[in-house]
């Protein structure tokens, strides 16, 4: 999987909704967003968001705590 920092990965619908809803647009966006954070969002699940995390790691980058 090549990810793109000015794209969001691909994602369910409703998780890619939550982002787009509570402003995060890319994936350079959410580097140090909480997962908590962004677990809370409606949509949000936890395959989306192990997704999300991969897709930073290629990147040497990750979500914040």
Do not use: C, F, W
């Not at 890619?16 to 350079?28: E, F």
């Not at 962004?38 to 990147?59: N, V």
């Amino acid at each position: 999987m090549s990810s793109d920092l000015d794209t969001l990965p691909k994602i369910s619908a409703p998780a890619t909704r939550a982002l787009h809803n509570a402003g995060y647009a890319t994936l350079r966006d959410l580097v140090g967003v909480s997962r908590a954070e962004l677990a809370e969002l409606h949509g949000m699940g936890p395959k989306a968001l192990g997704i999300i995390q991969s897709a930073l790691e290629e990147h040497n980058l990750t979500l914040g705590r």
